[in-house]
T-cell receptor
Framework: QKEVEQDPGPLSVPEGAIVSLNCTYS??????FMWYRQYSRKGPELLMY????GNKEDGRFTAQVDKSSKYISLFIRDSQPSDSATYLC????????FGTGTRLQVFP | GAVVSQHPSRVICKSGTSVKIECRSL??????MFWYRQFPKQSLMLMAT?????????EQGVEKDKFLINHASLTLSTLTVTSAHPEDSSFYIC?????????????FGEGSWLTVV
């Protein structure tokens, strides 16, 4: 079993839709949870990070962590074509472990 | 935010040769650097953790004699792919941590595309 599981998609939504991206993890020692955005042939950029359980909001992005169910979510409101990218969830203790990434396509 | 620079961004080498990729933290000292590889449409797979002044810690299944990692200073780590083969062709990405590796202390380079012909 992978330590961080993520549906690879692809996920295709119309502009303006609410996008829900999800991951599960198996290692209860994980404390920090991150979402990265990666455009094609580029390094990942940090979107959101949370420590332990709870919600965190930043503009159109909301990250949720439920440690009881080992579930990580990222919500994107009012999605834009420029949001089209691969979104990777990650978790860490002393090293960062990534999910497989979900490819998102937002069409006009 | 902190900047991590990788060089070269793209390299083509002949099978059997060695190629070195550099990872530099430009405006901070990185006690820990990480090396990942990513195949097309796949996730980032951690290859090794590099600590300044000590030997790198390799993940299971990664050949330490093939992927040589050197972290000689607090701002530079290098990955050398020795005796490269076409199956080593991949996207290699480094990241650097400004302190204890946590979500907001890890910064990624732009990656290096290696093609072995």
């Amino acid at each position: 079993q992978k330590e961080v599981e993520q549906d690879p998609g692809p996920l295709s939504v119309p502009e303006g839709a609410i996008v829900s991206l999800n991951c599960t993890y198996s290692n209860s020692a994980f404390q920090y949870f991150m979402w990265y955005r990666q455009y094609s042939r580029k390094g990942p950029e940090l979107l959101m990070y949370t420590y332990s359980s709870g919600n965190k909001e930043d503009g159109r992005f909301t990250a949720q962590v439920d440690k009881s169910s080992k579930y990580i979510s990222l919500f994107i409101r009012d999605s834009q074509p420029s949001d089209s990218a691969t979104y990777l969830c990650a978790a860490n203790t002393d090293k960062l472990i990534f999910g497989t990434g979900t490819r998102l396509q937002v069409f006009p | 935010g902190a900047v991590v620079s990788q060089h070269p961004s793209r390299v083509i080498c002949k099978s059997g040769t060695s190629v070195k990729i550099e990872c530099r933290s430009l405006d901070f000292q990185a006690t820990t650097m990480f090396w990942y590889r990513q195949f097309p449409k796949q996730s980032l797979m951690l290859m090794a953790t590099s600590n300044e002044g000590s030997k790198a810690t390799y993940e299971q299944g990664v050949e330490k004699d093939k992927f040589l990692i050197n972290h000689a200073s607090l701002t530079l780590s290098t990955l050398t792919v020795t005796s490269a083969h076409p199956e080593d062709s991949s996207f290699y990405i480094c990241s650097a941590s400004t302190g204890a590796p946590r979500g907001n202390t890890i910064y990624f380079g732009e990656g290096s595309w290696l093609t072995v012909v």
